[in-house]
């Protein structure tokens, strides 16, 4: 196990962490979180090594074998199969030695019987089938393996720097923001590689679906105190809005929140034509409404200005052709963006999603077809090589005067305070600062302009979860147009009530919503697996057949077992609910001298309501498995 006895870390000088002192244990998948400046990766640097702690003790296993994502990759010749299966350096080892005994003339043989039946133990005959299927995964084509690694950019050798990783057999896995240079279709297949990964977990991730889908333990770092919480991001939430809503102040804020979250609720029960679409939505929102006290204390709050006038349609793209050089890379029928309408562009990197924002933002990417701005259309375009485009030497506050000469100083202070940007820093240069600081700086210009259409390519990078926090919230009540590109599901699923996907050269409407997506996603990829197994010969004899069923009657009854003891224990708390239910419906319960009594109940309902969503979730889980296995005839 991994424990922190009374440490204490600093770094530059300045107290990170202050006695903390928990254990994790061998298979925790923790998600470590906390404001940016925290200490996240002071800590990571902690477990890998490189610093050392101020006062207390750090003990972890010294056996343990630790992987972790490079921030650098050289430009190497080699390929990219090559490079990641490096990242088993005992395997590697192992091939070295081997080789070189087959190459001379004498050798142990006694030796080279070990070490092939080591490698048979470590599984490394099947090492290349194994690093293919990770860079697979990770959206990476058959020809591309062969690939030298100086050939890719910069976001693909972080997935191929990703792949190493997870090829190294590790005790204890780090990653850093593994999913930023991902698309949703890897993101969702990294949740399933580490739903299997055995070792220790720890993960720094301000992607909060991520998160909940990985982890089942949250350690968060918060005014010098590291604090281990049970369950996923939303458990954490959850916990920490009910020691938050005790406060007046928090409470009222929290009020504001869900009326913003509610006229988004009714907004979408408006519209009858997107029934479907609109249910997944309001069920994200409900649940915001649930853990919204959990970010009361949230630097950040803004909002959109007001719009004035907006043209309808917004912006109208007919029979398009989008590409480079003369090279279609998206065909586009018709695309028609009227104000107060979301669109979530779906598809993977490289489809072309960002090829279509820059023709709906200037026509740059434009080779055929028709696009026609409405009269007064102003666009708020958001991209990450804006972010090149500060100067380097202004402060945020000197970038707004330069958009808006008119505005007195101090209201673009009290502006600019929203977004994290007070005292001081609203006036220093924005060169040294970090990504996310100058993401929100961007972000700030974008929305002081008041623009009517906004398009936005992938506008969480680098914003941890309070600023994504405050940026859905102040989307949801934006009443202009919006296009957006975002591997950021909740954010996709609480802001976009229309989906456009981009795949085989081809952008059109899609029928459904982001779960829908997920669940085409994972048919496809079974349709392929399926594909890609050789044929098997099926014999047919009567004892094949009374084998063949009596195998998945065994393979059916643990299933079975399982669905009956969750569903006894769904009666169990379900009746508790109702008994907590019909206590906190009685009024006396709110008299003063019952509050002890009321904010037990409070808690216990939580617990309970807790308890029902896991059972439901494993109900859910192994009903799929049941579901999936082949029918007794």
Known sequence: MIQFKQLTFSRAGKTLVEAASFQLHPGHRVGLTGANGAGKSTLFALLRGELTADVGELLMPPQWVIAHVAQETPALAQSALEYTLDGDEELRTL?????????GDSHDPLHVAEWHQRLADIDGYSAEARASALLAGLGFSQAQLSRAVSDFSGGWRMRLNLARALMCRSDLLLLDEPTNHLDIEAVIWLEGWLSAYRGTLLLISHDREFLDNTVNHILHIEQQQLTLYRGGYSDFERQRAEKLTLQQASYQKQQQQMAHLQKYIDRFRAQATKARQAQSRIKALER??????????????????????????????????????????????????????????????????????????????????????????????????????????????????????????????????????????????????????????????????????????????????????????????????????SHDRTLLA???????????????????????????????????????????????????????????????????????????????????????????????????????????????QGENQKQLDAIEEQWLDVQEKLEALPEIE
């Open 288 to 485: 915001m409404e649930r853990i919204s006290a959990a970010h009361v204390d949230s630097p950040f709050s803004f909002s959109f200005r007001d719009l004035g006038s907006a043209p309808d349609p917004l912006l109208v793209m007919n029979q398009a052709a989008l590409g480079y050089a003369g090279q279609t890379l998206v065909k586009l029928a018709h695309l028609a963006i009227r104000p107060g309408e979301r669109i979530g562009l779906l598809g993977k990197n490289g489809a072309g999603k960002s090829t279509l924002i820059k023709a709906l933002a200037q026509s740059e990417t434009l080779l055929s077809g028709e696009r026609v701005e409405g009269k007064d259309l102003r666009i708020g375009y958001f991209a990450q090589h804006q972010l090149e485009q500060l100067v380097a030497t202004d402060s945020p506050l000197q970038h707004l005067q330069r958009l808006d000469t008119q505005t007195r100083e101090q209201e673009l202070l009290d502006f600019l305070g929203g977004f994290d940007f007070r005292g001081e820093m609203a006036k220093t240069a924005c060169g040294p600062f970090s990504g996310g600081e100058k993401s929100r700086l961007a972000l700030a210009m974008l929305i002081w302009q008041r623009p009517n259409l906004i398009l936005l390519d992938e506008p969480t990078n680098h914003l941890d979860i309070e600023m994504r926090h405050a940026l859905s919230m102040a989307l949801q009540a934006y009443e202009g147009g919006m296009v957006m590109v």
């Open 494 to 604: 609480t802001c976009c009530e229309k989906f456009v996907l981009v795949a085989d050269g081809q952008a059109n409407v899609f029928d459904g919503d982001l779960e829908d997506y997920k669940v085409s996603l994972i048919k496809t990829a079974q349709t392929e697996a399926t594909a890609s197994r050789p044929a098997v010969v099926k014999q047919n004899s009567y004892h094949q057949q009374k084998a063949d069923r009596q195998a998945r009657l065994v393979e059916r009854r643990p299933l079975l077992k399982t669905l009956a003891t969750l569903e006894t224990q769904l009666t169990k708390f379900t009746q508790e609910k109702q008994g907590i239910e019909s206590r906190l419906a009685d009024s006396a319960i709110y008299e003063v001298e019952q509050r002890e009594t009321l904010q037990s109940l409070l808690i216990a």
């Open 95 to 103: 091939q070295a030695k081997l080789a070189q005994a087959e190459a």
